[in-house]
């Protein structure tokens, strides 16, 4: 089993649309949760972090968290063109101050 | 905004030779790590640093790489005897306290080993 699973796309959305991307993790001792935007030839960016149950918004972003089902999602409203990358979802491993561990990513395509 | 800075962006080299690849991490962030991503795939962890010593590396990180944080700025990544398999875009990151608090990429270099 796979240790973060993203589905990879491409997601496509009309501007101004709600984007809603998907997570999955396998370990259940995982505590902290993040988002990373990735454009193409960069290096990752963080967006959100979340490390309790629920939503968390920033902005146009929202992150919710269920460790029950081992899901994390990111919901963007208003979906801009400038939004359109890669977005990385990456899970701490169980010990503290280890690794994060990546998805693949899911890459999104917002259309103007 | 402080940022992780690594040079060069883009290295070339041959196969078999050594290579090293530099950062400067954010100067109040204690944590280090070094990831690649080959071209398509996924972003891998490599190695994590702390207190000077390594905390966690992956099954990638073999007897052919190395850390070493040889003042109290830089933080690099030695690749004794390159294979074609290395060619990879590797990135630095840096942390205020471990990965609770995600970390901060640099802007990676681009290794080519031909």
């Known amino acids: ?112 | 905004e402080p940022e992780v800075t690594q040079t060069p962006s883009h290295q070339v080299t041959q196969m078999g030779q050594e290579v090293i690849l530099r950062c400067v991490p954010i100067s109040n962030h204690l944590y280090f790590y070094w990831y690649r991503q080959i071209l398509g795939q996924k972003v891998e962890f490599l190695v994590s640093f702390y207190n000077n010593e390594i905390s966690e590396k992956s099954e990638i990180f073999d007897d052919q790489f190395s850390v070493e944080r040889p003042d109290g700025s830089n933080f690099t990544l030695k690749i004794r005897s390159t294979k074609l398999e290395d060619s990879a875009m590797y990135f630095c990151a840096s942390s205020e306290a471990g990965t609770n608090y995600g970390y901060t990429f640099g802007s990676g270099t681009r290794l080519t080993v031909v």
């Open chain 1, 1 to 112: 089993q796979k240790e973060v699973e993203q589905n990879s796309g491409p997601l496509s959305v009309p501007e101004g649309a709600i984007a809603s991307l998907n997570c999955t993790y396998s370990d259940r001792g995982s505590q902290s949760f993040f988002w990373y935007r990735q454009y193409s030839g960069k290096s990752p960016e963080l967006i959100m972090s979340i490390y309790s149950n629920g939503d968390k918004e920033d902005g146009r972003f929202t992150a919710q968290l269920n460790k029950a089902s081992q899901y994390v999602s990111l919901l963007i409203r208003d979906s801009q063109p400038s939004d359109s990358a890669t977005y990385l979802c990456a899970v701490n491993k169980r010990k503290a101050g280890t690794a994060l561990i990546f998805g693949k990513g899911t890459t999104l395509s917002v259309s103007s």
